[in-house]
């Protein structure tokens, strides 16, 4: 299982812009599923972005709070993924995680469960307030 570290979290105001990366050691991200959770205090873990394998077409899921505004996306060479966030709202303020698993699978109509993940990152805050 890959060892991953996130990074790129901080504060922002709303309507403003970060980029996550989730930098994985130990094993090849395009081999693994990987999706986005976030958790804000006193709320359930909730899903802003998977992509399944690359042999599995990188099929990008984003749940109706995020879409349009998150992107999730591969950089190959450094073994990282990216999680582009913008337009970002007071409501946005969580813990971000990345997550990996090699048997999942992130369908277009089918968001995984956190539970679905077997390797996390610690987390990075994000926090959108003016």
């Known amino acids: 299982q890959p060892q991953l570290v996130e990074s790129g979290g901080g504060l922002v105001q709303p309507g403003g812009s970060l980029r996550l990366s989730c930098r994985a050691s130990g094993s090849t991200l395009n081999d693994y599923a990987i999706g986005w959770f976030r958790q804000a205090p006193g709320k359930e873990r909730e899903g802003v972005s998977c992509i399944s394998p690359a042999n599995h077409g990188d099929v990008t899921n984003y749940p109706g709070s995020v879409r349009g505004r998150f992107a999730i996306s591969r950089d190959n060479v450094n073994n990282t993924v990216w999680l582009q966030m913008n337009t970002l709202k007071p409501e946005d303020t969580a813990v971000y995680y990345c997550?990996?698993?090699?048997?999942?699978?992130?369908?277009?109509?089918?968001?995984?469960?956190?539970?679905?993940?077997?390797?996390w990152g610690q987390g990075t805050q994000v926090t959108v307030s003016s």
């Open positions: 997550a990996a698993d090699r048997r999942t699978l992130c369908w277009a109509s089918i968001f995984p469960n956190y539970w679905d993940f077997g390797s």
